[in-house]
């Protein structure tokens, strides 16, 4: 091959080279510039796709322990302490716990801060004490709880319920001392909270009863209370003022007692009441001081299904009451007990006619007593005529022992004579020489 034409190929093939290397950096630079414009877009979007869905997730409950025994919920916000033989509520409870149920649990005594804590349980809500055999709950038992807006004590055996009970509530500086502290609670039941019978039943419940009514009455410290129950207590008669320091009630349940009559209930203060239970009493009739309480209060719904109504002429008014008004929920179903005659007759379909009031039907028991009366006064006639038909023999009988009485007399007297002078003493001592 020619010089030249050697020459020629080499140069081509460097400028060939060249080309190439030339072709691979210019790739290299608009490869790197495009990365590095794109990157503050797609750093900016996963930034903002990131702030987005933080924000929009609740923030995680804070952290804590649960104790042992008990079953904590954390996404749920409840902790379960049920019949695990627990003397006293754990100290080392969750601060996220907003529903606390410690039922069945031997507690018998509710101390002062018994929910005391640190960090205190500023979450918990609604608080589940039935069947703890609780008998006493002390002053500011549930101090330091200022979120507490439900409470459950029922069936529990309550012989003492502290007047401050419910006060302070929502602080911790001891107010219940002085009742001043209003507590949160909203809703309230004290159901089946009557202790064991003692002998003097009577006096026993009406204690029981003022001790309830000084615990809501304290101080208005359940000013914020919306719904009250109390059934399955035995309450014969309610105290005068009882529910006056609840303002703001709306429900109030007072079924399964022995209520006889509202008496000075006094339920015209009670402006934002909606609705009574009281079925399963012992009412018999609803007199003009009752009707005049329950018609000053138009929006209110009454129950008062079971009860022994007693239909005579005392009656009339409140069946009159009850064609006229809206307020009783079933009245339709209302009847009558007594007497046996209109036994089960709707109240709502009697007449002035059908109501009288004549002698009552004694009940069996009373029956009995009459029956056991006359026989004991047939037998009583029977003895005293015994006596009389003799009268002779018995006079003769009480001569006799007369008789012999007066010479058992003498016969005392006579060695009494004898013993008291020596000399017939000595006579009669030698009257065999």
């Given at each position: 091959m020619?010089?030249?034409?050697?020459?020629?190929?080499?140069?081509?093939?460097r400028r060939l080279r060249l080309a190439r290397l030339l072709l691979v950096f210019l790739g290299w630079v608009s490869s790197s510039t495009g990365t590095s414009s794109?990157?503050?877009?797609?750093?900016?979007?996963?930034?903002?796709?990131?702030?987005?869905?933080?924000?929009a997730q609740p923030p995680p409950p804070p952290p804590g322990h649960c104790p042992a025994l008990c079953e904590c919920s954390e996404a749920a916000r409840t902790v379960k302490c049920v019949n695990r033989n627990l003397t006293k509520v754990p100290e080392d409870l969750p601060r996220y716990v907003?529903?606390?149920?410690?039922?069945?649990?031997?507690?018998?005594?509710?101390p002062a801060g018994a929910f005391a804590s640190l960090p205190p349980l500023a979450e918990l809500a609604a608080l589940n004490l039935s069947g703890s055999r609780l008998q006493k709950v002390s002053a500011g038992a549930f101090e330091h709880l200022p979120s507490l807006r439900q409470l459950d004590l029922s069936h529990n055996p309550l012989e003492v319920l502290s007047p401050f009970a419910f006060s302070g509530g929502g602080g911790g500086g001891g107010s219940n001392a002085s009742g001043l502290g209003r507590s949160p609670l909203t809703e309230l039941f004290l159901n089946d909270i009557l202790p064991p019978e003692d002998k003097d039943n009577q006096n026993q419940t009406r204690s029981f009863v003022g001790m309830v009514a000084a615990a809501l009455q304290s101080g208005g410290a359940l000013g914020n209370l919306l719904r009250l129950e109390l059934s399955g207590n035995k309450f014969f008669y309610l105290p005068r003022d009882m529910f006056s320091?609840?303002?703001?009630l709306k429900h109030l349940d007072l079924h399964n007692n022995s209520l006889v009559g509202l008496g000075s209930l006094a339920l015209g203060n009670l402006t934002q009441l909606e609705s009574l239970h009281l079925g399963n009493n012992a009412f018999k009739a609803l007199y003009n001081s009752s009707l005049v309480q329950l018609q000053a209060l138009p929006s209110l719904r009454v129950n008062l299904d079971s009860n022994p109504w007693l239909c005579d002429c005392n009656i009339a008014d409140m069946v009159t009451w009850l064609k006229e008004t809206n307020m009783v929920e079933g009245k339709t179903t209302l009847s009558c007990f007594l007497p046996e005659k209109m036994r089960n007759r709707p109240l709502v379909k009697l007449n002035s006619s059908d109501l009288d009031c004549g002698p009552l039907p004694l009940d069996?028991?009373?029956?009995?007593?009459?029956?056991?009366?006359?026989?004991?006064?047939?037998?009583g006639a029977i003895f005293l005529l015994v006596l009389y038909l003799n009268r002779k023999g018995i006079k003769k009988w009480l001569y006799n022992i007369r008789d012999a009485c007066r010479d058992h007399m003498e016969g005392y007297h006579y060695r009494y004579e004898i013993n008291a002078d020596p000399r017939l003493t000595n006579l009669s001592s030698n009257s065999d020489v």
């Open positions: 020619p010089r030249g034409c050697a020459r020629g190929s080499a140069a081509g093939d794109s990157s503050p877009s797609s750093s900016s979007t996963s930034s903002s796709s990131l702030s987005s869905s933080v924000s907003r529903n606390l149920f410690f039922t069945g649990n031997p507690l018998t005594v509710l320091g609840l303002p703001k069996p028991l009373q029956t009995s007593y009459v029956f056991l009366g006359i026989v004991l006064a047939l037998i």
